[in-house]
């Protein structure tokens, strides 16, 4: 107890798949099923869960399922199964030479950072320096069948309570259909999401979209570009905000130096974790550029954490964090998330996530698992179903 430091004895993976209640439809990919890495770690009694949110195809990120498993159990994992652990970023410094793969990296780190605060009796919106106990939210709705579709989708949303909408762009499906979601709903606040559809030739699109009143465009060109968006921002009063671009907190910096974007969606599993993310809140803070959470339709796992860590000051404008029930028929966790009358996300009080995870939920939606423990019996037992 007065120790402050852990030794960490087993950690379990778990490819798990979900149905989404409707496919989520991209500039760039439809996704009709969620797969998502589970991490579970044992130490000292205590248990702590994580969320990977690598896809199984790379269209957001070149990392993909299985390359966070293979960075997990071959790199991460054996360089702190074992030790004696003083948090996650004594964590995080035992992987620091990996390169890249930040999602991997968060999966874990996520883990250990709900083990530390769970070993503390805190909630991991405390352990983090959260401020507030509700998150606005907001809602991401794809790319639709028909404008008609569209319409009617952002009606159901809003009938649900939903006061920020996020619409999906591309190429033939931009300027028109957000001027008609804007004609419906003057004073909604809107934002649009292009995951990378356009290039600088598009300056027109963006021109139209400027005169919208969209409270900003995110990452409208290339996703690992820094250059060309502040070629873009300069002609745009609407701020462009950064997703797909901003992997680390040196991005981060490099952005907003170079005035690439006014605004960073910042979502821990992008970024290497909750380390990172909380670094890339501190200095856009600083800077006086507001933030917030972005999602990767995680299940209850990792909303939960996303929600913890909205309830840092800077996270000024409503996160991509919806209801269980927008993504699942049944999620992960107990309670399911659910929305509040004004708009906001109640943050878990309890200890770590705050969140239960249903064994049984889990079990049901695993296609292959993996236990790495430190006992002589099990040795490094790679056992997989
Ligand atoms: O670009 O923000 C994105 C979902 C999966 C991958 C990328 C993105 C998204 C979303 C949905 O927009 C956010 C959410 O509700 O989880
Ligand atoms: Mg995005």
């Known amino acids: 107890m007065s120790d402050p430091s852990m030794r960490l004895e087993q950690v379990e993976l778990r490819h798990v798949r979900m149905s989404l209640v409707a496919p989520f439809e991209t500039s760039g990919w439809v996704e009709t099923d969620r797969d998502c890495i589970i991490v579970t770690v044992h130490g000292d009694g205590v248990t702590g869960w994580g969320e990977c949110v690598a896809s199984v195809e790379p269209w957001y990120a070149y990392e993909t399922t299985t390359t966070a498993w293979h960075i997990l159990?071959?790199?991460?994992?054996?360089?702190?199964?074992?030790?004696?652990?003083?948090?996650?970023?004594?964590a995080a410094s035992r992987w620091r030479r990996v390169r890249g793969h930040p999602m991997a990296k968060a999966g874990l780190e996520?883990?250990?950072?709900?083990?530390?605060?769970?070993?503390?009796?805190?909630?991991?919106?405390?352990?983090?320096?959260g401020v507030r106990d509700r998150v606005q939210v907001g809602v991401s709705v794809g790319v639709q069948p028909s404008l008609h579709a569209l319409l009617e989708t952002v009606a159901g949303y809003l009938a649900d309570g939903y006061r920020r909408v996020k619409l999906k762009i591309k190429p033939g499906w931009d300027v028109d259909v957000v001027r008609a979601v804007r004609r419906a709903h003057p004073d909604l606040p809107l934002q649009v999401d292009a995951n990378s559809a356009y290039t600088l030739d598009d300056l027109p699109v963006f021109q139209a979209l400027d005169d919208l009143d969209l409270l900003l465009i995110e990452q409208p060109l290339g996703h690992d570009d820094l250059y060309d968006h502040a070629q873009l921002q300069r002609h745009l009063r609407t701020p462009i905000c950064l997703d797909e671009s901003i992997l680390s907190p040196d991005h981060a910096r490099w952005a907003l130096?170079?005035?690439?974007?006014?605004?960073?969606?910042?979502?821990?599993?992008?970024?290497?974790?909750?380390?990172?993310?909380?670094?890339?809140?501190?200095?856009?803070?600083?800077?006086d550029v507001p933030v917030w959470c972005g999602g990767m339709l995680e299940t209850g796992i990792g909303r939960a954490a996303n929600l913890a860590l909205a309830s840092l000051p800077n996270f000024r404008l409503p996160g991509d964090i919806s209801a269980s029930a927008r993504y699942y028929a049944r999620d992960l966790v107990e309670p399911p998330f659910v929305l509040n009358d004004d708009g906001t996300m109640t943050v878990p009080q309890g200890p770590g996530i705050g969140v239960e995870v249903n064994l049984r939920r889990l079990e049901e939606v695993t296609i292959r698992r993996e236990v790495h423990s430190t006992r002589a019996s099990q040795g490094c037992f790679r056992g997989t179903r």
């Open 110 to 129: 996520m883990a250990l950072w709900d083990l530390f605060a769970r070993a503390h009796g805190v909630p991991l919106a405390t352990f983090l320096g």
């Open 257 to 287: 130096a170079l005035g690439s974007c006014r605004v960073i969606n910042i979502k821990p599993g992008r970024v290497g974790g909750l380390g990172a993310s909380r670094a890339i809140h501190d200095l856009c803070q600083a800077r």
């Open 73 to 90: 159990a071959d790199f991460l994992i054996p360089a702190v199964l074992g030790e004696k652990l003083t948090g996650p970023a004594d």
